[in-house]
Protein backbone atom coordinates (compact mmCIF):
# COMPACT_ATOMS: atom_id res chain seq x y z
CA UNK A 1 0.00 0.00 0.00
CA UNK A 2 1.88 3.35 -0.84
CA UNK A 3 -0.95 5.77 -1.50
CA UNK A 4 -5.02 6.38 -0.03
CA UNK A 5 -6.58 9.26 -0.65
CA UNK A 6 -9.78 9.83 1.64
CA UNK A 7 -12.55 12.76 0.87
CA UNK A 8 -13.73 14.27 4.22
CA UNK A 9 -11.42 15.16 6.69
CA UNK A 10 -13.00 16.25 9.46
CA UNK A 11 -10.70 16.29 12.74
CA UNK A 12 -8.14 14.07 10.64
CA UNK A 13 -8.58 11.02 12.93
CA UNK A 14 -9.42 8.66 10.11
CA UNK A 15 -6.22 9.98 8.31
CA UNK A 16 -4.01 9.36 11.36
CA UNK A 17 -5.73 5.68 11.51
CA UNK A 18 -4.76 4.93 7.92
CA UNK A 19 -1.15 6.43 8.64
CA UNK A 20 -0.70 4.43 11.57
CA UNK A 21 -2.29 1.80 9.96
CA UNK A 22 -0.27 1.52 6.99
CA UNK A 23 3.27 2.49 7.48
CA UNK A 24 4.72 3.00 4.20
CA UNK A 25 1.90 4.81 3.02
CA UNK A 26 1.36 7.98 2.20
CA UNK A 27 -2.36 9.53 3.09
CA UNK A 28 -3.76 12.43 1.07
CA UNK A 29 -6.98 14.10 2.47
CA UNK A 30 -9.33 16.34 0.30
CA UNK A 31 -11.66 18.77 1.73
CA UNK A 32 -13.37 22.15 0.48
CA UNK A 33 -13.07 23.37 4.24
CA UNK A 34 -9.83 25.05 4.72
CA UNK A 35 -10.13 24.38 8.79
CA UNK A 36 -10.14 20.96 8.01
CA UNK A 37 -6.71 20.80 6.43
CA UNK A 38 -3.83 19.24 8.04
CA UNK A 39 -0.53 18.35 6.86
CA UNK A 40 1.77 15.81 9.08
CA UNK A 41 4.18 13.11 8.80
CA UNK A 42 3.36 11.21 5.65
CA UNK A 43 -0.41 13.47 5.45
CA UNK A 44 -1.13 15.53 3.24
CA UNK A 45 -4.82 17.42 2.76
CA UNK A 46 -5.59 19.38 -0.32
CA UNK A 47 -8.16 21.78 -0.77
CA UNK A 48 -10.77 19.77 -3.26
CA UNK A 49 -14.65 20.47 -3.72
CA UNK A 50 -15.79 16.82 -4.85
CA UNK A 51 -18.43 18.38 -6.68
CA UNK A 52 -16.19 20.24 -9.18
CA UNK A 53 -14.66 18.46 -12.21
CA UNK A 54 -11.31 20.84 -12.15
CA UNK A 55 -10.96 20.45 -8.64
CA UNK A 56 -10.70 16.61 -9.02
CA UNK A 57 -8.63 16.29 -12.02
CA UNK A 58 -6.01 18.94 -10.23
CA UNK A 59 -6.51 16.96 -7.18
CA UNK A 60 -5.18 14.07 -9.65
CA UNK A 61 -2.35 15.59 -11.08
CA UNK A 62 -0.91 16.56 -7.87
CA UNK A 63 -0.63 13.54 -6.26
CA UNK A 64 -0.96 10.84 -9.05
CA UNK A 65 -3.04 8.52 -10.24
CA UNK A 66 -1.55 5.66 -8.62
CA UNK A 67 -3.64 5.81 -5.79
CA UNK A 68 -3.92 2.27 -3.74
CA UNK A 69 -7.67 3.01 -2.07
CA UNK A 70 -10.19 5.89 -2.21
CA UNK A 71 -12.23 6.24 0.61
CA UNK A 72 -15.30 8.91 0.25
CA UNK A 73 -16.27 9.84 3.21
CA UNK A 74 -17.17 13.57 2.01
CA UNK A 75 -20.73 15.28 1.89
CA UNK A 76 -22.77 11.81 2.06
CA UNK A 77 -25.07 12.90 -0.36
CA UNK A 78 -25.76 10.34 -3.20
CA UNK A 79 -25.00 12.69 -5.63
CA UNK A 80 -21.50 13.68 -4.91
CA UNK A 81 -21.23 10.13 -4.06
CA UNK A 82 -22.05 9.07 -7.92
CA UNK A 83 -20.18 12.48 -9.13
CA UNK A 84 -16.86 11.65 -7.77
CA UNK A 85 -16.85 7.87 -8.12
CA UNK A 86 -17.54 8.30 -11.59
CA UNK A 87 -15.30 10.99 -12.71
CA UNK A 88 -12.64 9.70 -10.78
CA UNK A 89 -12.39 6.11 -11.63
CA UNK A 90 -11.53 6.57 -15.42
CA UNK A 91 -8.37 9.23 -13.81
CA UNK A 92 -7.29 5.89 -11.70
CA UNK A 93 -5.10 2.68 -11.62
CA UNK A 94 -6.70 -0.46 -13.02
CA UNK A 95 -5.66 -1.56 -9.20
CA UNK A 96 -7.56 1.15 -7.07
CA UNK A 97 -10.42 0.08 -4.66
CA UNK A 98 -12.90 3.04 -3.97
CA UNK A 99 -15.21 2.93 -0.99
CA UNK A 100 -18.05 4.88 -0.80
CA UNK A 101 -18.95 5.42 2.99
CA UNK A 102 -22.48 5.77 4.90
CA UNK A 103 -24.41 5.51 1.61
CA UNK A 104 -27.89 6.58 1.68
CA UNK A 105 -29.23 5.83 -1.47
CA UNK A 106 -27.98 2.23 -2.96
CA UNK A 107 -29.11 2.73 -5.80
CA UNK A 108 -26.40 5.41 -7.29
CA UNK A 109 -24.80 1.85 -8.42
CA UNK A 110 -26.88 1.85 -11.59
CA UNK A 111 -24.75 5.34 -12.64
CA UNK A 112 -21.87 2.81 -12.13
CA UNK A 113 -22.62 -0.25 -13.89
CA UNK A 114 -19.46 0.03 -16.15
CA UNK A 115 -17.31 -1.22 -12.45
CA UNK A 116 -17.18 -4.36 -10.28
CA UNK A 117 -19.87 -3.47 -7.30
CA UNK A 118 -19.70 -5.15 -3.94
CA UNK A 119 -22.18 -3.54 -1.24
CA UNK A 120 -20.68 -5.49 1.51
CA UNK A 121 -23.13 -6.79 4.45
CA UNK A 122 -22.13 -4.93 7.86
CA UNK A 123 -23.70 -6.22 10.81
CA UNK A 124 -25.58 -4.21 14.09
CA UNK A 125 -25.55 -0.83 11.75
CA UNK A 126 -26.75 1.84 14.11
CA UNK A 127 -29.29 2.96 11.84
CA UNK A 128 -30.39 2.01 7.85
CA UNK A 129 -27.51 4.22 6.76
CA UNK A 130 -24.43 4.37 9.11
CA UNK A 131 -22.02 1.87 7.78
CA UNK A 132 -23.61 1.28 4.52
CA UNK A 133 -20.60 1.14 1.84
CA UNK A 134 -19.98 0.27 -1.53
CA UNK A 135 -17.10 -1.10 -2.71
CA UNK A 136 -16.20 0.13 -6.34
CA UNK A 137 -13.34 -1.44 -8.86
CA UNK A 138 -12.58 -1.85 -12.50
CA UNK A 139 -13.41 -4.48 -13.95
CA UNK A 140 -10.59 -7.10 -14.46
CA UNK A 141 -9.35 -7.50 -18.05
CA UNK A 142 -9.91 -11.35 -19.20
CA UNK A 143 -6.92 -13.27 -17.77
CA UNK A 144 -5.82 -10.28 -15.37
CA UNK A 145 -4.82 -12.01 -12.24
CA UNK A 146 -6.92 -10.31 -8.81
CA UNK A 147 -4.87 -7.92 -6.81
CA UNK A 148 -4.51 -8.88 -3.29
CA UNK A 149 -3.28 -5.90 -0.36
CA UNK A 150 -0.98 -6.28 2.05
CA UNK A 151 1.00 -3.64 3.98
Known sequence: MKKILEFGIGTGASLRMWRDF???????????????LINEDRIESILCDQRRYE?????????????????????HRPRDQMYTCQKLMPLL???????????????ITGGLREYDIEIPRLEKARNRYDNMLIVVRH?????????????
Open 22 to 36: FPHANIYGADYRTDS
Open 55 to 75: HLTSLIDHIGSDIDVVIDDAS
Open 93 to 107: QKSVVYVIEDVANPS
Open 139 to 151: KPSVGAPHRVFSQ
